[in-house]
């Protein structure tokens, strides 16, 4: 292995664009190739000098590659490609069904520890960033409460779940944090807060002609799950307004703790972090490579097994000797 | 080593006292006792179930003690104190001397591995917190700019500035953040910031009598370094307003990281993490006391040396099981 960490890319969605964009902005990354289960020659890539090859290629370029990110869906990409891939590369994945990370954690722990790989697996901002923060306050606070708020932001399965509905061409959910709830955490009151009183949802729609739209909007406010629970606004626009307006995919959140400390836990303090995300998907792909940096070390100590961002010092995302980060940055 | 984390306190001020309370949170440790350099009678606890003992008698206590977290000064107490307790001990520091960090490190380190012991140097929030967050956001975002932004909040050193002026019986200095400046960084305008543009300076100052105010004023926001760059306010107030405005230890600030991200670097991507403490040594204390618990664990698995929070894994500061980390966090 050398000093330059070789990736390579699998999957070229929005994810395996912003992996490819990002690998640009690091000197010490080369990309090896983009891998996919398409016909390579149909996939144009969005950045120069990189290759696309067929996913079954990869076998044979074991010895070019020192870490594979892997760009596919949580639902049913991942729990089979993770745990497979982990037998001959060290790799990282974005996995995040929260629920299901117990399981997953286990495969791709079973295959990367047989394998003597490492895998770092649910990296992003949440699960991930998210993730770490909460880990750290609360390990700083125990005794606090912890609030998430997303947004704003473009929710991918809320506005799926709106194209779903029949007369609807297309459509785009934005989850907006409720500023009084905010202000409250942030003021210290400690609020108990309902679904409704922390996020509002906003839908963009773009309908057939001649649909009832009031029959549509009633589909949507009342959707179980997704909408029912919320106040959600729902607007009618035309197909030239949601590409000109609502093409890109911001995003962002915060996670805070709100937290007591003293004999009788009669100061308050709050810790809170945030993200405010023009490309969600392009920041997911820059924490993905920062964390193949730290399994690429990770794996030359030695070390083996499925990991989380929980178990990474942050010395290994740096392309920073420890000296240098310790002079520029403690 | 027993599953209870036994903590001995060396140096009793304001942080060894919000270790005492921090202690009483986690239900992994167990306070052995109050180390001081003064005469043990003359300290009164300000929690109950605890013991003073003199400094001397540390090395009596080898066995019954996992870590001891050391509250003394960056000035003179912990250089010389850190890697002399280290030969005995596992230690935590919370060395803030920022300048100084790689030869108290050195330092520490030759002692802590001749001992096979471990120790934590620079923990607190700047250095700390702060630190492990730039760590984060450059490693995610290697193109960008970082901010950093202290307050509102009581600076201790300018306040024992003032109160070397003659005439000035009392002072408490607060450094507020400009709210102009972080909005800008907040919409992603990646501002070029001086020095006075980030912060003001509020100063409450208690007089003897007959003193001249204006020429102490003149004194205050000429005085180089501290004041001389800053946009300064003086305000003269009463020893009882003091003591009944202006007890308690606030702080906290902002650390930010304006990056870009895509192929063009076209989308912007702001990460924020802030800090509103209303004891600003109770939680440099509870976050101590998280790296204690590190360190002890470190030990455990046979490590050694010196660290820092950039070195140490979220996982390691967390009284859960790795398990549970996984789904309650992730």
Redesign the interface.
């Known amino acids: 292995m050398s000093a330059t960490v070789k990736v390579g890319i699998v999957g070229y969605g929005n994810l395996g664009r ?1 992996v ?3 690998v ?3 000197d010490d990354m080369e990309l090896v190739g983009v891998f996919t289960r398409r016909d390579p020659s149909g996939v144009v890539l ?2 120069d000098g990189a290759k696309v090859y067929h996913l079954d290629t990869l076998a044979e370029m074991k010895n070019q590659i020192d870490v594979l990110i892997l760009c596919g869906g949580s639902a049913t990409d991942l729990p089979e490609m993770t745990p497979r891939l982990a037998r001959d590369f060290n790799v990282i994945d974005s996995f995040d069904t ?1 629920a299901k ?2 399981e997953h ?1 286990a495969a791709v722990d079973r295959a990367a520890k047989a394998a003597a790989k490492v895998a770092i697996i ?1 990296v992003g901002w949440d ?1 991930g ?1 998210f ?2 923060n ?3 306050a ?6 606090g409460t912890d609030y998430s708020f997303w947004g704003t932001g473009v929710s991918q399965g809320h506005s799926d779940a709106i194209r779903r509905i029949k007369g609807v061409i297309d459509a785009r959910q934005y989850t907006i944090p409720v500023e009084e709830a905010l202000d409250k955490v ?1 003021a ?1 009151e400690n609020p108990q807060l309902t679904t409704r009183e922390k996020h509002t949802r906003l839908c963009y729609v773009v309908v057939e002609e001649g649909v009832d739209t009031e029959a549509v909007t009633h589909e949507i406010v009342t959707m179980p799950y997704y909408f029912d629970e919320y106040d959600t606004e729902v607007r009618y626009i035309s197909a030239e307004e949601m590409k000109r307006e609502h093409s ?1 995919l911001p995003h962002g959140g915060m996670v805070l703790r709100s937290g007591r ?3 009788a ?1 009669e ?13 969600n998907p ?2 997911t ?3 993905l490579l ?1 964390y193949a ?1 730290a399994a690429c070390r990770l794996s030359q100590e030695g070390q083996c097994g499925c990991k ?8 290994y ?3 920073k000797s ?2 240098d ?3 520029s ?2």
Chains 1, 2 share one sequence.
């Open positions: 912003g490819q964009a990002a640009s902005q690091n969005a950045g929260h990370i117990p954690f649910s699960p960033l993730s770490l909460k880990a750290y609360q390990a700083i606070l125990p005794s942030r210290g890109s400390t003293g004999f836990e100061n308050t303090q709050i810790i809170e972090y945030k993200l405010q995300l023009d490309s392009e920041f792909s820059s924490v920062a940096r989380t961002v929980l178990d990474i010092a942050p010395t995302l740096l392309n420890a000296e980060q310790r002079s940055l403690l």
